[in-house]
T-cell receptor, first 115, second 109 residues
Framework: ETGVTQTPRHLVMGMTNKKSLKCEQH?????MYWYKQSAKKPLELMFV???????ENNSVPSRFSPECPNSSHLFLHLHTLQPEDSALYLC??????????????FGPGTRLTVL | GQNIDQPTEMTATEGAIVQINCTYQ??????LFWYQQHAGEAPTFLSY??LDGLEEKGRFSSFLSRSKGYSYLLLKELQMKDSASYLC??????????WGAGTKLIIKP
């Protein structure tokens, strides 16, 4: 399944580093999402983009900065992270927003460890 | 507040049947999703219910009762490859997905 790809798959970074996560979807979808998944916790929606425009920012700290240059690509820029930011970061896409029936298709995630 | 409850972990035997329950409390309701997530992999879509009743897809079925705020995922003829986490998510009135923490299903031979 290569509908949604994410790179890198694993990332270890120090608290002073700057890194970026990349997501690409090959499904022709218009909406893209960033989620944080921590062990034994529900998925936390971080950002939503629809037609390249950010429509949702769920009170995410400014050390996470999203970028969506086009409907197929989504980035998450990371800087001065904290150890508690260690988690699996999942990217997803859907045909459109809303309607309640738009299935989200997920990438395999980036396992981030902050030292 | 909005909340999704599902068991943290369940164990079942290969070849058997297992039912994973999910209860939800959301402001409005526009459907409920089930996803499967194998360890280290992406969540993958299993089912979507918006009307009351049972939807069957091969070995997997999903049930919804809107009046009770309740859904279940039924897995028949369990196979070892069904060992995974199963995520329940409800869509609220703003079409936002509210996620449960997932149920880890362990299949034993």
């Amino acid at each position: 399944e290569t509908g949604v790809t994410q790179t890198p798959r694993h990332l270890v970074m120090g608290m002073t580093n700057k890194k970026s996560l990349k997501c690409e979807q090959h499904l022709g979808h218009n909406a893209m999402y960033w989620y944080k998944q921590s062990a034994k916790k529900p998925l936390e929606l971080m950002f939503v983009y629809n037609f390249k425009e950010q429509t949702e920012n769920n009170s995410v700290p400014s050390r996470f900065s999203p970028e969506c240059p086009n409907s197929s690509h989504l980035f998450l820029h990371l800087h001065t992270l904290q150890p508690e930011d260690s988690a699996l970061y999942l990217c997803a896409s859907s045909q459109d927003l809303g309607g309640g029936t738009d299935t989200q298709y997920f990438g395999p995630g980036t396992r981030l460890t902050v030292l | 507040g909005q909340n999704i409850d599902q068991p943290t972990e369940m164990t079942a035997t290969e070849g058997a049947i297992v039912q994973i329950n999910c209860t939800y409390q959301t402001s409005g309701f526009n459907g409920l999703f089930w996803y499967q997530q194998h360890a280290g992999e992406a969540p993958t879509f299993l089912s979507y219910n918006v009307l009351d009743g049972l939807e069957e897809k091969g070995r997997f079925s999903s049930f919804l009762s809107r009046s009770k705020g309740y859904s279940y995922l039924l897995l028949k003829e369990l196979q070892m490859k069904d060992s995974a986490s199963y995520l329940c998510a409800a869509t609220d009135s703003n079409y936002q997905l509210i996620w449960g923490a997932g149920t880890k299903l362990i299949i034993k031979p």
